[in-house]
Antibody, heavy 118, light 107 residues
Framework: EVELVESGGGLVQPGGSLRLSCVAY????????ISWVRQAPGKGLEWVAH????????NYVDSVEGRFTISRDNARNSVILQMSNLKSADAAMYYC???????????WGQGTLVTVSS | DIQMTQSPSSVSASVGDSVTITCRAS??????LAWYQQKPGKAPKLLIS???TLQSGVPSRFSGGASGTHFTLTISSLQPEDFATYYC?????????FGQGTKVDVK
């Protein structure tokens, strides 16, 4: 079955760090742009970051620039979102998603929940 | 950054109704516009990409339109499984911003 599986979420104190992982099953990630999208409780979707197939092109939303780092390990069929200096505003469900050739996000994981609280 | 203004924020409708949701981009996005459906507790699902391309398996009652920076998602003959929240997203240039969402609920 073709799927994306996120992991690594949890409870972290403000200023802390978390490492989210997105692993692909049933297909190779290496040919795809991969995005992270988050959704705070009861709120809308917010695009966070994406990475090109070879990792040479990376973009972030302004609010996470300098604190989050997206990377990929094509050999392990995975994409990582390293989050540091976490703020309460970063608390959300984090989804990874595959970008299709027409730029739609055509495959999503089930999400991993990040809670930021003291 | 490209802003996406989606309206309405909510709409109440009945089974069989036609519903149209609108997104307006703050600049030209070359029709790099996608529509998603999200149900509570679930990940979003891609319905339409490139403004009007229906994804495989998505019912034909969903359709997308475009005119310049103005985009529409129309659901003709609403079905019970269509009550959900819908989002547009532009993919012309990062950040790939989403609209604010439209909740379609039962009248």
């Amino acid at each position: 079955e073709v799927e994306l599986v996120e992991s690594g979420g949890g409870l972290v104190q403000p200023g802390g760090s978390l490492r989210l992982s997105c692993v692909a099953y049933g297909f190779s990630l290496s040919g795809h742009w991969i995005s992270w999208v988050r959704q705070a409780p009861g709120k809308g979707l917010e695009w966070v970051a994406h990475i090109s197939p070879d990792g040479s092109y990376i973009n972030y939303v302004d609010s996470v620039e300098g604190r989050f780092t997206i990377s990929r390990d094509n050999a392990r069929n995975s994409v990582i979102l390293q989050m540091s200096n976490l703020k309460s505003a970063d608390a959300a469900m984090y989804y990874c998603a595959r970008t299709a050739s027409d730029r739609g996000l055509d495959l999503w994981g089930q999400g991993t929940l990040v809670t930021v609280s003291s | 950054d490209i802003q996406m203004t989606q309206s309405p924020s909510s709409v109440s409708a009945s089974v069989g109704d036609s519903v149209t949701i609108t997104c307006r981009a703050s600049q030209d996005i070359n029709n790099w516009l996608a529509w998603y459906q999200q149900k509570p507790g679930k990940a979003p699902k891609l319905l339409i990409s490139a403004a009007s391309t229906l994804q495989s398996g998505v019912p034909s009652r969903f359709s997308g339109g475009a005119s310049g920076t103005h985009f529409t998602l129309t659901i003709s003959s609403l079905q019970p499984e269509d009550f959900a929240t819908y989002y547009c997203q532009q993919a012309k240039g990062a950040p790939d911003t989403f609209g604010q969402g439209t909740k379609v609920d039962v009248k």
